[in-house]
């Protein structure tokens, strides 16, 4: 059974450490976990790696975030992969950082990732993690926020925020959807 792990962000060094990246963090975690290889492809870079016989496709969008609906679209057709085995990985200023959230639904909440994908697959109903990076910002500093690099105190703790979350990805693919929330949104 294969699942499609996309991790959101934008591509280039200078976006590399920051906040709106965490999606591509995950991945990047998940691909050194299973011992899967990048490569660039069509609308992204892609792995495929495996943990206990489920097979994991990942992406990183290669779009920038504002168009990620269109890889995932293609990569779901191209290897064949329902909307229930599709997870979306994201940012969420309105989760105190490190807190996750996983939902099998719901609104793009003014993530322009989200609503990207939302209006390419005519859907909400696609599971999405999301991964809280604080709104430690002032009125109308969003966009410099999330696209800021993380602070000393985050760092200190983000190694081990990615590696839940990648946990939680297993769990999702092994045990679905429903189970793995009632243990990772307590996270």
Same mark, same amino acid.
Request: charged share 25%; hydrophobic share 40%; proline share 2%.
């Given at each position: 059974m294969k699942f499609l792990i996309v991790g959101l962000g934008n591509i280039g060094s200078e976006y590399e450490e920051t906040r709106h990246n965490i999606g591509f963090k995950v991945v990047e975690q998940i691909?050194?976990?299973? *011992?899967?290889?990048?490569?660039?492809?069509?609308?992204?870079?892609? @792995?495929?790696?495996?943990?206990? *016989?489920?097979? &994991?496709? &990942? &992406?990183?969008?290669?779009?920038?975030?504002?168009?990620? *609906?269109? @890889?995932?679209?293609?990569?779901?057709?191209?290897?064949?992969?329902?909307? /229930?085995?599709?997870?979306i990985i994201t940012d969420d200023i309105a989760l105190p950082f490190g807190k996750l959230r996983m939902r099998g639904k719901g609104s793009d909440g003014g993530h322009n990732g989200l609503k990207h994908i939302a209006q390419t697959l005519?859907?909400?109903?696609?599971?999405?993690?999301? !991964?809280?990076?604080?709104?430690?910002?002032s009125k109308g500093q969003q966009v410099d926020y999330v696209l800021g690099t993380w602070g000393e105190e985050e760092r200190k703790t983000l190694a081990d925020r990615?590696?839940?979350?990648?946990?939680?990805?297993?769990? !999702?693919?092994?045990? *679905? &959807? /429903?189970?793995?929330?009632?243990t990772i949104n307590t996270k």
């Open positions: 691909a050194r976990d299973t *011992g899967a290889s990048w490569r660039s492809d069509r609308y992204a870079a892609v @792995a495929e790696g495996r943990n206990k *016989g489920k097979s &994991l496709i &990942l &992406l990183k969008p290669t779009t920038y975030m504002n168009l990620s *609906g269109q @890889a995932v679209r293609y990569w779901m057709q191209a290897e064949k992969i329902p909307l /229930e085995n599709v997870m005519q859907s909400e109903n696609y599971a999405r993690l999301r !991964f809280g990076v604080g709104s430690e910002f990615i590696d839940i979350a990648a946990k939680g990805i297993y769990s !999702f693919a092994h045990i *679905g &959807l /429903e189970r793995t929330m009632n």
